[in-house]
C-alpha cells in the first residue's frame, strides 16, 4: 500500500530515504513535532517534518474551519512530496469570548506573534473576569492524505484559563490552560501526562488506527 520511491517528488525530499514507511509532519514547529512524533512511538514508522524537505509549498490557514485548515495542509504537502502527510490545526476556545480565538489561536496577537504575545492578549481579554466564567477548551483536528484520500478525526480536552501563568514546560497557551481534574496547567505537566489527556493525543490516537489500516504499521 506504500507508495514506492518512484513516485516521491526527488526535487523537494532529501537525499537519504529511510527504509520504513514514513509519515511528513506537515509542520515546522518543532514543539509540536516533538509531541506529535512522541505518539508515534510505538509504530513501525518513521516521522519527518517539513524542515527536512529541499523546499517546501507555502501554504496559506485561510480557511474558516480548523478542519479546512488541517485539510489543506495535508493535501498540499501530500501532492507536493508523494508522502503520506498529516495536519492538524489547533484552536483554543474561550466560551466567555465567544469561541476566540479559535482558528486564530496561533496568530491570535498578529502575524508574527510569539507564543508570549498570544498569551498576553489573552490574559488582557479576560482581565477581572471571575474564574468560573473561564472556561475554555483545546480543540485539534487532524487530517492524514494519503493516495489522493484524506481522513479527518477531532480531539477535545476542557479546562479554564488562569489569570497568571504556570509551569515551565509545553507550548503556547499551555502555561494559562487549567485542567481542573488534574490541578495542573499543561505547562505543569511531563509530556507524557499531557499526551493522556491532551485534545492532540485524543486526536492523533483516534488518528494512529487510520495510520495503521493505510500502511499497515
Known amino acids: 500500500m506504500?507508495?514506492?520511491?518512484?513516485a516521491i517528488n526527488h526535487k523537494l525530499?532529501?537525499?537519504?530515504?529511510?527504509?520504513?514507511?514514513t509519515i511528513l509532519l506537515a509542520t515546522a514547529n518543532q514543539d509540536k513535532v516533538k509531541e506529535l512524533s512522541s505518539h508515534f512511538a510505538d509504530m513501525d514508522i518513521s516521522i519527518i517534518?517539513?524542515?527536512?524537505l529541499n523546499s517546501?509549498?507555502?501554504?496559506v490557514e485561510d480557511q474558516p474551519t480548523l478542519k479546512g485548515?488541517?485539510?489543506?495542509?495535508?493535501?498540499?504537502?501530500?501532492k507536493a512530496t508523494g508522502y503520506p502527510s498529516l495536519a492538524d490545526d489547533t484552536g483554543l476556545e474561550v466560551d466567555i469570548l465567544h469561541g476566540e480565538p479559535g482558528v486564530f489561536s496561533a496568530r491570535?496577537?498578529?502575524?508574527?506573534?510569539?507564543?508570549?504575545?498570544?498569551?498576553?492578549?489573552?490574559l488582557a481579554a479576560l482581565a477581572n473576569i471571575p474564574f468560573s466564567q473561564r472556561s475554555a477548551r483545546f480543540r485539534t483536528v487532524m487530517a492524514f492524505a494519503f493516495n489522493g484520500t484524506i481522513e479527518t478525526v477531532e480531539g477535545v480536552c476542557e479546562g479554564f484559563i488562569l489569570?497568571?501563568?504556570?509551569?515551565q514546560g509545553g507550548?503556547?497557551?499551555?502555561?494559562?490552560?487549567?485542567?481542573?481534574?488534574?490541578?495542573?496547567?499543561?505547562?505543569?505537566?511531563s509530556l507524557a501526562e499531557k499526551n493522556r489527556i491532551s485534545h492532540r493525543g485524543i486526536a492523533v490516537r483516534k488518528m494512529k488506527e487510520i495510520v495503521r489500516s493505510y500502511l499497515g504499521a
Do not use: C, Q
Not at 517546501?56 to 501554504?59: I, L
Not at 485548515?69 to 501530500?78: D, R
Open 56 to 59: 517546501f509549498p507555502h501554504v
Open 2 to 6: 506504500f507508495r514506492s520511491v518512484n
Open 49 to 52: 517534518s517539513i524542515d527536512r
Open 69 to 78: 485548515n488541517a485539510t489543506k495542509k495535508a493535501i498540499t504537502f501530500s
Open 108 to 122: 491570535y496577537a498578529g502575524e508574527n506573534a510569539s507564543y508570549s504575545d498570544n498569551v498576553d492578549k489573552l
Open 171 to 189: 507550548f503556547g497557551y499551555d502555561p494559562v490552560f487549567f485542567v481542573p481534574e488534574y490541578n495542573k496547567t499543561f505547562a505543569e505537566m
Open 163 to 167: 489569570p497568571i501563568r504556570r509551569g
Open 13 to 21: 525530499w532529501p537525499e537519504e530515504l529511510t527504509k520504513l514507511p
